[in-house]
Structures are given as structure tokens and as C-alpha cells.
């Protein structure tokens, strides 16, 4: 009971610890740019919340930004490059295209990046205001606090069925 | 001076020439699709027109009328400043295979990249193009999207999220 106590107590701390050193992958592909670079310049700064570094490598980041338009053909890549990020991983829609394809409703624009990869937080906006950003990015951290993020999710199912499958754990109906 | 020009290009088309209008400054000769070639070498090596330029290269669906393919070629001479829309109707062929019209990739090589779009989003065949490819669209893409009976909302998806990926 004690050890128990003692690895759920560490979760948190490291969950804390994760949620204030975002590594971010910016994968920008549109206008939603700019207000990017607006949040991330000194004016709004997120730095303050400890999210400041872009990796220039999948490899290195831990939140994947989507920012802009994502287009059919460009759907291989970007879950290939979300395939490339070491778990645990998160990834913010950023803007109205990334999350529902936007005013685009034709032949070429994905309906929302969520149809190739998981999305844990969705920023509307054409493009949203740099505070609503910083509010989207506050709403991850409580989610990475909280073990919501979707690889977390996913990370408890599997621990779960391991004790399910080794009686560890009993369900009650 | 671009009256000049239409008339001076109507004189040397000859007749190759469907019609011709002007309005506002712009001159628009409309020029038969055989010996479309032909006739854009000679806007371009003409002395007096010279339209040694071309500045854009287009295509329209007018879907529901005959002919229902047009290609439009913006070009613009260096030497007289002048401007010349030509244009060029081609019908549908009745079995629904692809219109075909001459490229002229081997007079201006900027029409190279210009008639691939056309070809990836109307479906028009340029005959004698070096390297007739889609531009903008995947390979793996079926139809041409900007016929104006391609659906509007059909999408052709190169990839989803696995289905249990929840």
C-alpha cells in the first residue's frame, strides 16, 4: 500500500514536471503562423509557461503543434512525423482548419487534423487570439496533470489489462 | 497601340481565327484548336506583335455549354508592350475521354508548369507537353476537381487514423 502511495505521488511530480517543459514541434503550415509567432515573441511569451522551445526535430519534442491548413496529401506526413515523437506525446490543433478544415469544404483540405492523428486540444479561432492560445495550452497542462493526454489514456488501458490479465486488478461490474 | 496588335495578329492568323473582341484594353483573339501550335509561334516570332512572353496560362470549364473546355494563354510582348488574351474552345469527346489541344511548352517553357495545372484540374491532354504529370494534386488523385461535375464535397483521402485508434 505504502509503494503504491509512494508511485502515484511520483506520477504527479513527474506530470508536473512534464507539464512546465513542453519541447514543441511546430508544424506550421499556414496563416495561423504568424499569430504563432506572436504568442511565442515577447508580448505574450509563452515562455512563462514553460513552452517556449521548438525542436526542430519530431525526435526531440513532446507537443505537436498543428498549425494551418492540413491538406490531404499532406496527411502521410504529418502522421508520420507524429509517429516519429517519443511517447509521451501530446498535440494541439491550433486554429479552426487544424480542427474541422475551417471555412475549406472542397476537394483537397482535410476535414480537421484529428482524421490522421489523436488531438488532445482544440484551439478555434481564424486565427485565435495569442490568450486563447495561452488558455489552450493552460487546459493541456491540466490535462497532462491530470493524466488525461491521450497516450496517457491509452498507457493506463494497457497497465490496466495487465493487472486485469494477472488479477492484480478486479472489476467490479 | 494593343488595337494595333489584335489587328495585326488578326491579319497573320488568318484564318485560323474563330473570333476576336476588345474591351477596355483587352484584347482577346479566339484562335481554332488546329494548328494552335502553329499559330502561337506566330504571335511570338511575328516582328510587329512579338509576344515573346507568356504571363499566365489558364483553363475554364463551362460545363453544360458546347464547346465546353476553353484554354486561355495571357501573353505580353517586351518589345511593344502590348498585351494578347488567346483562347482556344474545345469540345468534350463523345466516347469521354480527355480533350487534347498542342502544348506550347517548345515556344514559351514557363506554359510547362502552367499546362500540368490545367491537366491535373481539368483534364485537358496537352499533346507534345515533355512531361505531362500532376502539379498540385497526388498521383493517387482519380478525376480532375475543378470540372465543375467533379462533387464538391468528395474527398479522396490518402490516409485515416487506424480504426482502433481510440
Keep these: 500500500m505504502g509503494l503504491e502511495f509512494y508511485t502515484s505521488r511520483l506520477a504527479d511530480a513527474v506530470n508536473w514536471a512534464r507539464k512546465y517543459s513542453l519541447f514543441q514541434y511546430p508544424f506550421v503550415t499556414a496563416c495561423c503562423g504568424m499569430e504563432f509567432m506572436s504568442v511565442w515573441a515577447p508580448k505574450y511569451d509563452v515562455a512563462r509557461f514553460g513552452a517556449e522551445f521548438p525542436r526542430f526535430s519530431p525526435r526531440q519534442a513532446d507537443l505537436l503543434m498543428i498549425v494551418g491548413t492540413i491538406t490531404e496529401r499532406q496527411g502521410p506526413v504529418l502522421r508520420r512525423i507524429y509517429e516519429q515523437m517519443c511517447e509521451p506525446k501530446w498535440t494541439v490543433a491550433f486554429g479552426v482548419c487544424a480542427s474541422t478544415g475551417g471555412f475549406y469544404q472542397n476537394y483537397s483540405t482535410m476535414p480537421g487534423a484529428d482524421q490522421c492523428i489523436p488531438i488532445d486540444v482544440y484551439i478555434p479561432g481564424c486565427p485565435p487570439r495569442p490568450e486563447q492560445v495561452l488558455d489552450g495550452l493552460i487546459m493541456l497542462q491540466d490535462k497532462i496533470q491530470e493524466k488525461r493526454g491521450f497516450v496517457q489514456l491509452r498507457e493506463k488501458r494497457e497497465h490496466d489489462a495487465v493487472l486485469q490479465a494477472t488479477g492484480k486488478l478486479k472489476v467490479i461490474p | ?166
Design chain 2, 1 to 166: 497601340m494593343s488595337i494595333e496588335a489584335l489587328a495585326r495578329a488578326k491579319e497573320i492568323l488568318g484564318p485560323a481565327v474563330v473570333s476576336t473582341h476588345s474591351y477596355r484594353g483587352d484584347d482577346t483573339v479566339v484562335v481554332k484548336p488546329e494548328g494552335f501550335l502553329e499559330s502561337m509561334r506566330i504571335l511570338r516570332d511575328d516582328p510587329e506583335v512579338a509576344m515573346n512572353f507568356l504571363s499566365d496560362m489558364t483553363a475554364v470549364d463551362y460545363f453544360g455549354r458546347e464547346p465546353r473546355f476553353e484554354v486561355v494563354y495571357h501573353l505580353r510582348s517586351f518589345k511593344t508592350g502590348a498585351r494578347l488574351r488567346v483562347k482556344s474552345q474545345l469540345d468534350e469527346p463523345e466516347d469521354g475521354s480527355n480533350p487534347v489541344i498542342d502544348s506550347v511548352s517548345s515556344l514559351w517553357a514557363s506554359a510547362n508548369w502552367n499546362e500540368r495545372e490545367a491537366w491535373d484540374l481539368y483534364g485537358i491532354k496537352f499533346r507534345g507537353h515533355p512531361d505531362l504529370r500532376r502539379i498540385l494534386m497526388y498521383e493517387e488523385f482519380i478525376g480532375h476537381p475543378l470540372r465543375k461535375d467533379y462533387p464538391k464535397e468528395k474527398r479522396q483521402p490518402l490516409i485515416r487514423r487506424p480504426p482502433d485508434e481510440v
